[in-house]
Structure formats: structure tokens, C-alpha cells
């Protein structure tokens, strides 16, 4: 019996949180409280673009309580959870504390360097928006002091990137930047040749995209190298510094002077995930993950799920679902059915991830799609991922701005959101360039003074 | 006669320094290095759409290498000028020095506190991008901690601003929030209701918009009105703190809680005015403005010029040209054709400014319009506005662009470039809260622990 509204609290407005608020917002019985840090829905999958100027930040993020509007059962609270407290049924927020009748956490995963934390201040990663905008600030201001370079091994170190990871991200990344390269920054320069860029790619296993298949890795291998990539395999990073990146490949160690380095590797659980198991014993796995149950609850507690990133799930198949947005997506409205239908003293079977297909793009009008049966690549591949994406942004309003931001972009083989924000004090902070007053030796037109 | 080409040296890529660079860059015999220590151009006048979510800062901002590509003839530098050595006919930058045949200084002004720096963090201004991603988050924030207050004071002292300065940026600013709270936020929060919010627009003068005629300034204070904005004429801003204004008018001083105060009053001169003035001797105005000859020279220096916000213009009408773009567009195309013109032996007669009319637009379909002998008010001024904006854009790739984010943006009557960038700790910064411990008291669902 409901005497009162079932009170669900989502922590994370991500792919995972937004979808089990949008399932559970509209079922009789039910109210929702739907906690972010930040104030709008990230569309991760293309944060690479925005790192590389092909869009802007706000084409791929949605306010929430704008994608929340029309649900009148559903608060949207802007806070940070810092603690869950199981016996009480409370979580902790910046903002106080509130109380839960059940609770969904997917805060998802951040960066992870291997124990190497300090190689982050010379490798951004790609997670959250300010991620994408150091990146791209980064990659703009490269091109700028190569132009501004005076010798020639300055000039190298400034057009060498590393790009450390050849999954997904790594892989959209260095293709992006090769776009870059090879095309849009034609002409713009009268000292330095853009497409003279070396962009390595490096990655651990033997090949590119390795939950792919082989021939669709061979096949985004192939695109990179189109576009100047060079892909290093069975190659690890060792160190980082300033603008020096040290390769290890077998018994073979290699040092490369690259001013830009860019980290698509590593992912480690967000902190609610070690909160989670003290306060409830849950297991975590390597990565910090919360394995869960067959129904994405947490062991002992029916009222607590965790899912999208920062689950483990590992029922169907024995290993972990990957940490992609289908996944997160899919257990999120899993969560709207399974939460209603219990309040009303039914249950629903195990949680089963229908894996509809994965997609990774290189470039312009190159992708590799995994769909089934089917390997697809080429430009049919690069249509069928343009279409899928827009697809996943019905109902945030947002599908005919980015289809027409993405063709204004296509059509003018130009990428306009490309602003180094912040101003060119952020050039000479000591991360960039390693010393405070260095100056750069300069050409016969520029005179040291 | 011309042995090899002139040097052009043109600092700054606002509206003054890019259309003298594209003057000039095509014009025989000539070469151009156009300095700027951003990489893009910005279009100011649509700064304050960027700072209440309209639009985006890719939206109103182009890579200066993007504009200038075509012209062969000429060089995009990012750099930031330090000083100018008139004798030996160079400028220092932060990447070395650079000599030049004539010297064009275009870096405008900056904001004014009237020897009150300290209101500064209180009070951001609307100058840069950066500018306005801060104003942004901080009106955004505003209404998420409203939503969060627990007490009507503090929910009332978030819901209250302060907009100081009733020129057109005050103005279009003070509107723009107006739309915000009176038509876009509306239905978003649960606890809060934006329509009540309270937005003050203080001036000094006894009326808004002051340069334009009496019957605009009246229909602006009109418009503003319905979108629920009070003006306060005749009235100084005396004290800024973390939550407090304080107004003065005549006798009278009021104090007015309010978390978020915008500063739209005051400018001054940017510091190569002053170093211009050291070096040259070239008089100043009391905003550090450079006084120049009818031919925008600097006296005694025939090769160097000011144009733009920077120059004090007083040849036409004995008062100083106002500081707006047409005036800086037309200085630098005059620039343009006389260092042309000179260089082959030829003169021109002095700089004429044109004045084309001056519009201000007050939320969504209504402005107000100045344009010879007609005054124009309303929507009529609006669909004027809309098109002198992108004409402006003509050449700049833009127009198309923005006038379909502004279509998509008034056909769907929300504003999605709201994100606040930057975190939730940017939230508890002590230049707004006041304090870096305080915590938000809390409603019966929230409870302090």
C-alpha cells in the first residue's frame, strides 16, 4: 500500500540517472529528486568534438531541469553527495541531507593514470567539459606558438602530439585532430605546415579498438594512418613530462619531444563508489566498480542500485558489461520498470543488456560500426553513426541544432568552435611550457630584445 | 617609391584592428601583421547574449587565421604587445620584438570601477568571453541556490539583481534577464518562482539609454518594465559587497540585498593608451583615451594611428566619437585607404564618421532604434536589430549560423546555453557567498546534520 509518494533519489545525471529519472518521473506513486554536481545532462560520446573544435560545449549538454521541466513529480537538486547512510535511508549533500526511499547512485568513472597522478598535469583526459576545453585550448595554442617557433626542434615539439590509448575515445581523438590537420587548418598558417603534424596514437594491446573485431580495428587503422596517424601498438607510456613522452614497447624504450599529450586511457570509479562499499560491505572490483546484483541492487540492500559506469555487472556473460552509454542507458529505464513494478508487489527478471551495436568514427566521413553480424566501415558506417546519435537525443530538443551545427560544420570543412578561452597568460603557465620565463627564440622578423 | 613591401603593424582584433587588416591586406605594395593575444575576433555587441544564455561563445566569436586566410599578404600573430618604441620603429611583444613601417593601435577599453577595484569580484563586467561565461554562471547559479534557500530572505536576496549602468549593455542586459525569469525559466524550479524575481537597473543620469532621444529612452523603461525590470535614474551605486548593494540618489541611501550584482558602467582605456602617452607624448582623456589628429594619427607620429574605443576623436563635432563599433569599422577602413593612398604618393582628407543609426534591443521583440530622423520603437526596431547584426557578420561565415541559432532560440522560447561551467565549487567561492564555510540553511527535506 502507498500512503504516500515513494520517494527515488538518483545521484549522477548522466546517461544512466537521467534515464531512470525519466522512467521513474512519470509512474503513479513516485517522486524523484535527481542529484548533479552540475547543472546539465553531458553528452559524452561527443566530447572529442568539442576538444577539437568541431562543436561547441553547449551543443552537447543539456540543462536538467530543462530535459526535467515537464515532469511535475521530479526535483532537480544542484549538489554534491558526499556520504550514504544505509541504516538511516539519508544521503549527504553539500546542501544538507535528504532522505531516500530508494536510491540509484551513477556518478559513473574519471580519469585514471596508473598511479601517476602527476602525469595529469601534462595529460588532460576527456571527461567533463573543462577536460574538453583544456584539450582543446591545448591543441589550438600547439599550432600558435609552432607559428611563433624559431627553431626547428621547437617547431617539432609543437606539432607532435601523443595520443595515449587506442580505444574508442583515443581513436576519435587522434582521427579529429588528424581532420585537423590535414584539412582545416590548411592555409591558415604561413610559417608552419599543419599537415607536417605528427600525431602518434599509442595503445597497451596489439591492436586499435581491441573489443572490436580484428578486421574493423584493421580498418580504423587504416583511416588514422589516411589521416597522418601513426598507431603504435603493444606500446605502453612510461613517463610524461613537459615535452618529453617516454614509450615502452617490449624491451625497447623510446623518448618523444611532444609539447601536447592527450590521455584516453584508464578510467577509475568516482569516490561514491568506495562510499558505498564501507557503508555496505558491496564488493569493488579493480577499478573501484561496485559489483552488483542480478537486479543492479546492491548485496543486502534492495533499496540501493548502482548502474551505468560505476557498476559492475556481471550476470549475463561473466564478465563486466563495458562502460559504454547503451549500457547505462538501457539499466536506467531497466531500474524505472523494476522500482514501479515493486512498489505495486511485482518483481521483473535479472537486468539483460540487449547490445544493439557499437560504433567508433574517424574522421570526416570514416567509422568502423559492429552491429551483429554485420562489420561495417567507410562512409556508410560514418552515416549510420551520425543518424544514431542524433537518434539518442530525441526528446532533448537538441537534434536539429547539432544536425545542422554538424553540416554547417561538414559542408565548410571548417571547425569554428576552436577559441583558446582563458587568454594567453594560460600558454605560459609552467605545465605548458615547463618554466615560467622561458622565452621563445625567435626568428630574424622577431628580435629578442 | 616602394623597394619592398610596408609593414603594417596592427595591434588588436576588435572591430578597429580587423577591418584595417582586411583593408589593408590586399592592397599592393602592402604587408600586414595583425596582433592579437586572442586567437578570434568577438563580437561584442552580442556579449550579452552569451551572459544570459542565448548564446553561445563560439556563436559570436571567429579565429582570427580563419578570417584572415585569404590574404596571403598577411600574418596573425598571438601575442601580447608590451610596449612601442617609436624611434627605432618597433613594438615589443611577449614573443620577442617586431619593427614596422606604420603602427595601427586598436586594443580598446576595459572595465571602470571608479577607483572602486575592489567591487570588481563582486561585480563582474561584460568586456570578454570570459566575462560573460562568469556573468552566466553566476545568474544561473543564483536561481539554483534560490531553489535550495530555506529562509525567504535568502531566497529573496538570490532572486534580487543588480544591474549597474543603464547604457545599452545595462539595458539589453537588464532585458535579457527579464525574458530569463518572466518567459524561459518558467515551470524549471519547484521551490522557486523566477517570475518574482526582482531585477533593478540603476543609472545615473536621469534616463536610461542616455545618447539616444528622450522618446527611445522612455519606451525602453517602458519595455523593460513589462519584462519586470525596475530603473533607477538619477541614482549611484555607493558600496558592492558579497550580498549588498548600496544606492545612493540625491539624499537618499538604500540598501539593497542582492547576491548578484553586474557591472555595466565605466570604462577606461586600455594600457597601451598610457604607453602610447610615455612614449609619445600624445595627450590622454580622463579614461586614458588616446587624443588623435583628424587623420587618427598620433601627433608628431605620422605613421602611428589609434582607432576604435581607444581613440578620442574630437575633429567632427568637438566631442569625442562614442565607442561603439560602426565608429571602429569606419576608422579602420578609412585607416585602410589613407596609409594605401600615402604610400603611393596620394593623401585623404579627414577621418568623417557616418553615423548609420544606433539600435538597443530590450528582450525579445522589442528595441529601440535611432536612425536619422526616425525613432523606432518595438518589434519593427527588432526585426531591424536582427538584421544590422548579421549584415555585420557578412564575410565572417557567421550569419547563417546565428540567425538560426537565434530562430531555433525564439521559435522554441528557451535559452540553452546556460551551462554553468566550472563546477558546483565555484558556487562556494568566497567572493560570493562571503564566507567558504557557510552553509545554506535548510527545509524540513533537507536537514542540517
Partial sequence: MITQHHHVVI??????????????????????????????????????????????????????????RHYRNA????????????????IVTSSGSLSFDTLIVATGVSHFYFGHD???????GLKTLEDALEMRRRIFQAFEEAEKATSQDERKAWTTFVVVGGGPTGVELAGAIGELT??????????????????????GADRVLPPYPADLSAAAA???????????TGTLVSNIDADLVTLKSGEDTEQIRARTVLWAAGMRASSLGRIIHERTGAPLDRAGRVIVESDLSVAGHSNIFVIGDLANYQHQNGKPLPGVAQVAMQQGEYLGELISLRIHGGNKSSFYYNDKGNLAVIGRNAAVADIG????????AWVIWLFVHIAYLIGFERKLQVMIQWSWSYLTRRHNSRLIVGGLQAASNPTL???????????????ER
Same sequence: chains 1, 2.
Fill in 11 to 68: 545521484v549522477g545525471g548522466g546517461f544512466g540517472g537521467l534515464y531512470a529519472a525519466r522512467a521513474l518521473a512519470d509512474k503513479p506513486g513516485i517522486r524523484v529528486t535527481l542529484i548533479d554536481k552540475r547543472n546539465f545532462h553531458l553528452f559524452q560520446p561527443l566530447l572529442y568534438q568539442v576538444a577539437t573544435g568541431g562543436l561547441s560545449p553547449d551543443d552537447i549538454a543539456y540543462p536538467l531541469r530543462a530535459v526535467m
Fill in 75 to 90: 526535483n532537480v537538486l544542484n549538489a554534491e553527495v558526499t556520504d550514504i547512510l544505509p541504516e538511516t535511508q539519508e
Fill in 182 to 203: 590535414q584539412n582545416t587548418l590548411k592555409g591558415e598558417f604561413r610559417r608552419v605546415d599543419p599537415s607536417m603534424t605528427q600525431i602518434l596514437l599509442v595503445e
Fill in 222 to 232: 587504416a583511416d588514422l594512418y589516411r589521416l597522418g596517424v601513426t598507431v603504435r
Fill in 373 to 380: 553480424r554485420l562489420h561495417i566501415n567507410g562512409y556508410i
Fill in 433 to 447: 611550457n615547463g618554466r615560467t620565463d622561458e622565452r621563445l627564440m625567435i626568428e630574424p622578423t622577431l628580435r
Fill in 118 to 124: 602527476e602525469w595529469e598535469q601534462y595529460a588532460p
